[in-house]
T-cell receptor
């Protein structure tokens, strides 16, 4: 069964460093999402992406964040200068198209900023 | 703004039924979902219900939706120890397709 994959599973970085979190959505899916879950808190929407551009972003998704689909398979989330409060589990999700609604999630990347 | 609320913990005995409840605020939600998260794992889509339905049954899972009260529930029949996990309720916002999640209910199944 096709699935969303994410790498790395755990990333430790120092405050102020740049990180790139990678996702490979399900191959025929067209809409992509990033969410994050700070320990003990709700899963929060960050950004949605379709047709090589951002469709919607939340207040959390400020200038420190960017997303990219550099090739036909990867979908990345970059945090330019990490802060302690960026420590969270980051989930990627995808939907196949406008007629679909079921978001399939990857296993997540745990980001720890020290 | 949109908000989804769940109780944090539920403990049941193996073989009993579990009922996990959720309330939401956005009356324009089109779909409502239940996701399961096992320790160290991602979010697994369990089931969903379209907003014009009252009930959906899928094997041991029954979803009930009360649109008037904006209340959603997930009933797991014959709960097993393997059902121990965190269960998230989520609604699909009318615009844009993003999901709004509750804080998750931790289900503990005792043998």
């Amino acid at each position: 069964e096709p699935e969303v994959t994410q790498t790395p599973s755990h990333q430790v970085t120092q405050m102020g460093q740049e990180v790139i979190l990678r996702c490979v959505p399900i191959s025929n899916h067209l809409y992509f999402y990033w969410y994050r879950q700070i320990l003990g808190q709700k899963v929060e929407f960050l950004v949605s992406f379709y047709n090589n551009e951002i469709s919607e972003k939340s207040e959390i998704f400020d200038d420190q964040f960017s997303v990219e689909r550099p090739d036909g398979s990867n979908f990345t989330l970059k945090i330019r200068s990490t802060k302690l409060e960026d420590s969270a589990m980051y989930f990627c999700a995808s939907i196949w198209g406008t007629g679909g609604h079921e978001q399939y999630f990857g296993p997540g990347t745990r980001l720890t900023v020290t | 703004g949109e908000d989804v609320e769940q109780s944090l913990f539920l403990s049941v005995r193996e073989g009993d039924s579990s009922v996990i409840n959720c309330t939401y605020t956005d009356s324009s939600s089109t779909y409502l979902y239940w996701y399961k998260q096992e320790p160290g794992a991602g979010l697994q889509l369990l089931t969903y219900i379209f907003s014009n339905m009252d009930m959906k049954q899928d094997q041991r899972l029954t979803v009930l939706l009360n649109k008037k009260d904006k209340h959603l529930s997930l009933r797991i029949a014959d709960t097993q120890t393997g059902d121990s996990a965190i269960y998230f309720c989520a609604e699909k916002a009318d615009q844009g397709g993003k999901l709004i999640f509750g804080q998750g209910t931790e289900l503990s199944v005792k043998p």
